[in-house]
């Protein structure tokens, strides 16, 4: 079993939808969960930082750590063509910086 | 922030020859790291790499395969030797900047024939 399990997709959306992007996680020792976008040729850059359980809302982003059912979620409000990309998820746990990733959902939004 | 720079940003390279990867970062940084990304696989930590010492290999990955360098607090190298077509991937280089927040490079395609 991996550490983190991502839905690959692709994920097909119609612009302004709401998309929900999920991982789950096997380590309860994990305690930051993050959300990288990458676009394509691009590096992952950091969308969402959460630390514990929870909700973060930043703008149309908003990130949900469920620790008790080892679940992550990223939801994305009113849906962007800029908004395709890869969605990965990561996760560590304290004290160290050994992030674990997700494979990535491949996400796109049609005008 | 950090910004990171790479080169090569891609390259084909025939079987049984070597690529060394530069990863140039804009600020100096403590900690290092090299990445492999493979199509629909997850982001795999090959070694930490730490200025002044020997790098940090992952389990599966050693020094003879991936030697690295980092003689400064900006600059790293990560050289793929002896190459065969399962070595082809995106090597992604990777720092956490002063605000702990970790940053990417915009990664090295790499082709093996």
């Known amino acids: 079993q991996k550490e983190v399990e991502q839905d690959p997709g692709p994920l097909s959306v119609p612009e302004g939808a709401i998309v929900s992007l999920n991982c789950t996680y096997s380590?309860?020792?994990?305690?930051?969960f993050m959300w990288y976008r990458q676009y394509s040729r691009k590096g992952p850059e950091l969308l969402m930082y959460?630390?514990?359980?929870g909700n973060k809302e930043d703008g149309r982003f908003t990130a949900q750590v469920d620790k008790s059912s080892k679940y992550i979620s990223l939801f994305i409000r009113d849906s962007q063509p800029s908004d395709s990309a890869t969605y990965l998820c990561?996760?560590?746990?304290?004290?160290?910086?050994?992030?674990?990733f997700g494979a990535g959902t491949r996400l796109f939004v049609k005008a | 922030s950090a910004v990171i720079s790479q080169k090569p940003s891609r390259d084909i390279c025939q079987r049984g020859t070597s690529l060394t990867i530069q990863c140039q970062v804009d600020?100096?940084?403590?900690?290092m790291f090299w990445y492999r990304q493979q199509p629909g696989q997850s982001l795999t930590l090959i070694a930490t790499?730490?200025?002044?010492?020997?790098?940090?290999?992952e389990s599966g990955f050693v020094i003879d395969k991936f030697p690295i360098s980092r003689p400064n607090l900006t600059f790293s190298t990560l050289t793929v030797s002896n190459m065969s077509p399962e070595d082809s991937s995106i090597y992604l280089c990777?720092?956490?900047?002063?605000?702990?927040?970790?940053?990417f490079g915009p990664g090295t395609r790499l082709t093996v024939t």
């Open positions: 990777s720092v956490v900047g002063q605000d702990y927040e970790q940053y």
């Open positions: 959460t630390y514990s359980s």
């Open positions: 990561a996760m560590k746990g304290g004290g160290g910086f050994k992030t674990i």
């Open positions: 380590n309860s020792a994990f305690q930051y």
């Open positions: 790499a730490n200025q002044g010492s020997e790098a940090t290999y």
């Open positions: 600020s100096q940084v403590t900690m």
